[in-house]
């Protein structure tokens, strides 16, 4: 009788079938014990790859931040352009995993791969003329924005209404902003944010150019 060899183990094959497993059953309910199950190993031969669950929880996250497509701008890109694309792949790299804004908050994002795309856009803005003190500052207020809404996307029972669950008597006003503007955690909403961080930024990067 044939046997099935079972493959082994990687650092990337359990950091997959963690988030495949957080999409069934939520962070809160993801442990070690339930993702050797889910493997069908015992728990030991998980911290042959981890040493515990916050090291796994910073494997998914890179994944994560990963996905969000992390980097210098493209060739030719201008930078306000770069941090609209960014931001709109980030919040949809968080929003395509359940608890993916958690998952990423818990995790410290500190991995030579990750820092070092962080170097390279850092170093990039200030070829665009940023000191790396406001590329930094930029970076991590948009960074913050994103994973916020994010959250707030995810959080339960936040999509009954546009108003939360509040009955929906309401000005002709607040129906016509929601009409043309979208909801509170719209696509919109969302867009817009950015924007008025870069303009923001475009202003103070503007007072520290020289005449």
């Given at each position: 009788m044939a046997s099935t060899k079972r493959q082994p183990l990687t650092r990337a094959g359990i950091e997959l079938v963690a988030?495949?497993?957080?999409?069934?059953?939520?962070?809160?309910?993801?442990s070690m014990r339930r993702l050797a199950d889910r493997l069908g190993v015992q728990s030991p031969a998980l911290?042959?790859?981890f040493r515990n669950k916050?090291?796994?929880l910073e494997g998914m996250a890179e994944r994560i931040?990963?996905?969000?497509?992390?980097?210098?701008p493209s060739d030719g890109e201008a930078w306000q352009d770069w941090i609209m694309r960014r931001?709109?792949?980030?919040?949809?790299?968080?929003?395509s995993c359940r608890d993916g804004a958690r998952i990423?908050?818990?995790a410290s994002g500190g991995s030579p791969t990750l820092i070092g795309l962080f170097d390279e856009e850092i170093r990039s803005m200030v070829g665009f003329g940023f000191t790396p003190a406001l590329a930094l500052h930029t970076i991590s207020v948009i960074t913050h924005y994103i994973s916020g809404f994010a959250l707030k996307e995810q959080a339960p029972?936040?999509?009954a209404t546009p108003v939360g669950g509040a009955p929906l008597d309401i000005s002709d006003t607040l129906k016509t902003a929601f009409a043309e503007g979208g909801g509170p955690l719209s696509t919109e909403v969302f867009e817009h944010g950015i924007r008025m961080i870069v303009a923001g930024v475009s202003s103070e990067l503007g007072s520290i150019r020289p005449a």
């Amino acid at each position: 009788m044939a046997s099935t060899k079972r493959q082994p183990l990687t650092r990337a094959g359990i950091e997959l079938v963690a988030l495949d497993l957080v999409n069934e059953v939520g962070l809160d309910a993801l442990s070690m014990r339930r993702l050797a199950d889910r493997l069908g190993v015992q728990s030991p031969a998980l911290y042959w790859h981890f040493r515990n669950k916050q090291e796994l929880l910073e494997g998914m996250a890179e994944r994560i931040y990963l996905a969000g497509g992390m980097g210098a701008p493209s060739d030719g890109e201008a930078w306000q352009d770069w941090i609209m694309r960014r931001s709109i792949a980030y919040r949809a790299a968080l929003n395509s995993c359940r608890d993916g804004a958690r998952i990423a908050a818990e995790a410290s994002g500190g991995s030579p791969t990750l820092i070092g795309l962080f170097d390279e856009e850092i170093r990039s803005m200030v070829g665009f003329g940023f000191t790396p003190a406001l590329a930094l500052h930029t970076i991590s207020v948009i960074t913050h924005y994103i994973s916020g809404f994010a959250l707030k996307e995810q959080a339960p029972g936040n999509q009954a209404t546009p108003v939360g669950g509040a009955p929906l008597d309401i000005s002709d006003t607040l129906k016509t902003a929601f009409a043309e503007g979208g909801g509170p955690l719209s696509t919109e909403v969302f867009e817009h944010g950015i924007r008025m961080i870069v303009a923001g930024v475009s202003s103070e990067l503007g007072s520290i150019r020289p005449a």
